[in-house]
């Protein structure tokens, strides 16, 4: 795939209340004063549903129906309500940590004990506004992780399980540093060396949303999506021994 070209998010399920995607890597979720000249996922479902400048206001309306976020540079599984009703249903049970989430994740050095949580309070860092850290009265924020395999070369890895409890902005990533396990190819938390010795093995942070369960917002029957590795991600856990 052409550097710089990033494609479409590939439909995994689709009725008239919701629709499930999944993201590649380097598409950003959400339409911003930022995001001017880059492609987005509101953008591909506004297209979609043939929403052109409705004047109908909301959030629903202003978030095309998506009810949560996933960083540009992580690719996997997104919901996005499609009628005002599926969208506070479905915002209801993130908030009120009905969703589970499921993350695969590839970081640094090998993750000891093979289970665990991490709880540390999450804010936006005063140095610098655009990056997340622990830091004293920040948001409650826990995650679980789990060690799916330890791997010894290029050096020492541990592809991870990683299930996020609450829904801070870059909360994995930002746990992962703070229990010193940068995610591999983290741009922002890896540091400057790592990043560099990552990428040449890695092309992209390797952070994956594979597995979605919730209730349908129309039906309350309980649903679970999954998303495999994208091709790019499993090819580097095929080279890594």
């Known amino acids: 795939e052409e550097k710089g070209k990033v494609t479409s998010p590939k439909i995994i399920f689709e009725d008239e209340w919701i629709l499930v995607v999944d993201k590649p890597s380097g598409l950003t979720v959400n339409k911003a004063e930022t995001t001017k000249n880059q492609e987005t996922v509101q953008e591909w479902v506004d297209k979609r549903q043939n929403k052109g400048s409705t004047l109908v206001s909301g959030e629903f309306f202003e978030k095309s129906g998506i009810v949560h976020r996933l960083d540009k540079d992580t690719s996997g599984l997104l919901i996005i309500a499609k009628t005002p009703e599926s969208f ?118 390797f952070l994956h949303a594979a597995c979605l369960c919730l209730k349908h917002p129309q039906t309350g029957e309980v649903l679970e999506f999954k998303a495999g590795l994208p091709e790019e991600l499993d090819a580097v856990l095929a080279k890594l021994c």
């Open 88 to 205: 506070e249903n479905l915002k209801n049970q993130f908030k009120n940590r009905e969703v589970t989430k499921k993350y695969l994740a590839l970081v640094h050095d090998r993750v000891e004990p093979d289970q665990g949580t991490v709880n540390a309070p999450i804010s936006r860092s005063p140095y610098n506004r655009k990056h997340f850290g622990v830091f004293p009265g920040g948001r409650e924020a826990e995650t679980g992780f789990k060690l799916l395999r330890s791997l010894k070369s290029p050096k020492l890895l541990s592809f991870l399980e990683i299930e996020p409890k609450t829904g801070r902005t870059h909360q994995i990533r930002v746990h992962m540093k703070y229990i010193n396990h940068p995610v591999v190819s983290d741009p922002i938390y890896g540091g400057r060396k790592n990043l560099q010795a990552d990428l040449k093995f890695c092309p992209r942070l």
